[in-house]
C-alpha cells in the first residue's frame, strides 16, 4: 500500500508547477510506493491528524516579502503542532524555502536543527558534494549546477550532514539528518530552477530524502 505524504510547495519567490513535477518524478508514477496530495499550509494542521508517512515541505514563512508590512503565515501554534506530528514519530522534509525566514527561537526552528542565513544575489555554479558516510550521500556522485547558494546555520551536535556546497561564494552545509523524539526530519536546500530540479543526481537526493523521513 502506498505511504501517504502531503506536500507544501511554492511561495513567492518559487512558482509551485516545476517543484511539484520535479518531487512526481523524482517519486514516480502515481500508484507506486508513495501517495502525494498537494495542499495548501492552511490546511497542514489537519493533515497532520490525519497521521500520515510524512511532509515535504518548499515554501517560506513570509507572504508577501517585499513589502513594508511582512506577513508570515506560520504562528506558535503551528510550529508546535509541527513538533508534536514529528515527535509522535511523523517525518519531515524541509526543502529550499522551507527554511527560510522563520523565527529562529521557534519551535520549528528548533526542530529543524538549522535554518537559512542567506544566499548571493545572482546565481552561481554550486557544487554539491555528498558524504560518503552518510546513508544520504552512500554511492552518490557529486553534482553542480546553477542554483541559489543557500548558506545554513546548523547546530553541529544535533544533526548528521550529508551533503555539502560550495561556490565562488564560498562553502556552506547543503543537507542534514535529524532525529526528533520518534521521528525524522531531513533538511535539503537544492534546487529550484529546471536545471537543478531535472538533475539526475538531485533527484536521487530527493528520492533518498523522502524515503529517510517516511522510515
Given at each position: 500500500?502506498?505511504?501517504?505524504?502531503?506536500?507544501?510547495?511554492?511561495d513567492y519567490y518559487h512558482e509551485?508547477?516545476?517543484?511539484?513535477?520535479?518531487?512526481?518524478?523524482?517519486?514516480?508514477?502515481?500508484?507506486?510506493?508513495?501517495?502525494?496530495?498537494?495542499?495548501?499550509?492552511?490546511?497542514l494542521t489537519a493533515a497532520l491528524?490525519?497521521?500520515?508517512?510524512?511532509?515535504?515541505?518548499?515554501?517560506?514563512?513570509?507572504?508577501?516579502?517585499?513589502?513594508?508590512?511582512?506577513?508570515?503565515?506560520?504562528?506558535?501554534?503551528?510550529?508546535?503542532?509541527?513538533?508534536?506530528?514529528?515527535?509522535?514519530?511523523?517525518?519531515?522534509?524541509?526543502?529550499?524555502?522551507?527554511?527560510?525566514?522563520?523565527?529562529?527561537?521557534?519551535?520549528?526552528?528548533?526542530?529543524?536543527?538549522?535554518?537559512?542565513?542567506?544566499?548571493?544575489?545572482?546565481?552561481?555554479?554550486?557544487?554539491?558534494?555528498?558524504?560518503?558516510?552518510?546513508?544520504?550521500?552512500?554511492?552518490?556522485?557529486?553534482?553542480?549546477?546553477?542554483?541559489?547558494?543557500?548558506?545554513?546555520?546548523?547546530?553541529?551536535?544535533?544533526?548528521?550532514?550529508?551533503?555539502?556546497?560550495?561556490?565562488?561564494?564560498?562553502?556552506?552545509?547543503?543537507?542534514?539528518?535529524?532525529?526528533?523524539?520518534?521521528?525524522?526530519?531531513?533538511?535539503?536546500?537544492?534546487?529550484?530552477?529546471?536545471?537543478?530540479?531535472?538533475?539526475?543526481?538531485?533527484?536521487?537526493?530527493?528520492?533518498?530524502?523522502?524515503?529517510?523521513?517516511?522510515?
Amino acid at each position: 500500500m502506498p505511504k501517504k505524504l502531503y506536500a507544501i510547495v511554492g511561495d513567492y519567490y518559487h512558482e509551485p508547477t516545476i517543484i511539484r513535477d520535479a518531487l512526481q518524478q523524482s517519486l514516480g508514477q502515481p500508484g507506486g510506493h508513495y501517495d502525494v496530495e498537494f495542499i495548501d499550509e492552511h490546511d497542514l494542521t489537519a493533515a497532520l491528524n490525519d497521521d500520515p508517512a510524512g511532509v515535504i515541505f518548499f515554501k517560506e514563512d513570509r507572504v508577501n516579502p517585499e513589502t513594508e508590512d511582512e506577513f508570515h503565515w506560520m504562528k506558535d501554534d503551528i510550529q508546535e503542532e509541527i513538533d508534536r506530528y514529528v515527535r509522535q514519530g511523523g517525518g519531515w522534509l524541509a526543502w529550499h524555502s522551507g527554511m527560510a525566514s522563520f523565527p529562529t527561537d521557534g519551535a520549528y526552528v528548533s526542530m529543524l536543527g538549522g535554518y537559512f542565513l542567506r544566499h548571493p544575489r545572482e546565481h552561481q555554479v554550486v557544487i554539491y558534494a555528498p558524504r560518503e558516510s552518510h546513508e544520504l550521500g552512500s554511492g552518490m556522485a557529486t553534482f553542480a549546477f546553477a542554483d541559489e547558494h543557500y548558506f545554513m546555520h546548523h547546530d553541529t551536535d544535533a544533526v548528521d550532514v550529508f551533503l555539502t556546497s560550495s561556490s565562488v561564494d564560498g562553502d556552506s552545509v547543503a543537507g542534514w539528518t535529524k532525529l526528533h523524539g520518534n521521528g525524522k526530519v531531513c533538511c535539503l536546500t537544492p534546487a529550484h530552477m529546471l536545471e537543478g530540479l531535472n538533475d539526475p543526481e538531485f533527484q536521487k537526493v530527493l528520492r533518498r530524502a523522502v524515503e529517510f523521513v517516511t522510515g
